[in-house]
């Protein structure tokens, strides 16, 4: 399949997968490519561990920064769809028991009814 036949959340997905696979990269497996890399290419051991370091925190940069635009993408959906955050309805709920509780001490304590004496 032609790299322009793929819809575009085709392409967002493997983009995705491939930063999930970037960050994942252990330190060992840096290591091991940084072997590959110096033994096939012709650099120095230390350069390509730079290299690999340098493009993973690149790559966890960008994971980052395409998570916070998919955030405030679904964060703008919810807006559309009248939904509210959690933290919107827990503000909510606390300044309901606020106004409640500011009721019961406007109205004062309960009285008992007395009943009253006729004769």
């Known amino acids: ?6 819809s ?11 930063a999930v696979g970037a960050v994942a990269l252990t330190a060992d497996r ?5 072997g590959e890399l110096s033994e096939r290419g012709g650099m120095q051991r230390d350069e390509a561990r730079q290299l ?3 493009s993973v925190a690149r790559w966890r940069g ?8 998919a955030g405030q993408g679904l964060q703008g959906i919810f807006v559309q769809l009248g939904l509210v955050t959690r933290e ?9 028991a606020q106004v409640e509780h500011r009721l019961r001490l406007v109205e ?3 009285e008992p009814d007395t009943p009253s004496v006729q004769d």
């Open 1 to 6: 399949m032609d790299e322009r036949d793929r």
């Open 8 to 18: 575009p959340r085709e392409l967002a997905e493997r983009l995705g997968l491939v």
């Open 30 to 34: 840096i290591d091991e490519l940084a």
């Open 52 to 54: 690999l370091e340098e």
């Open 62 to 69: 960008d994971a980052t920064r395409l998570t916070a635009r």
């Open 88 to 96: 919107e309805l827990e503000e909510l709920e606390l300044r309901l």
């Open 108 to 110: 004062g304590p309960a």
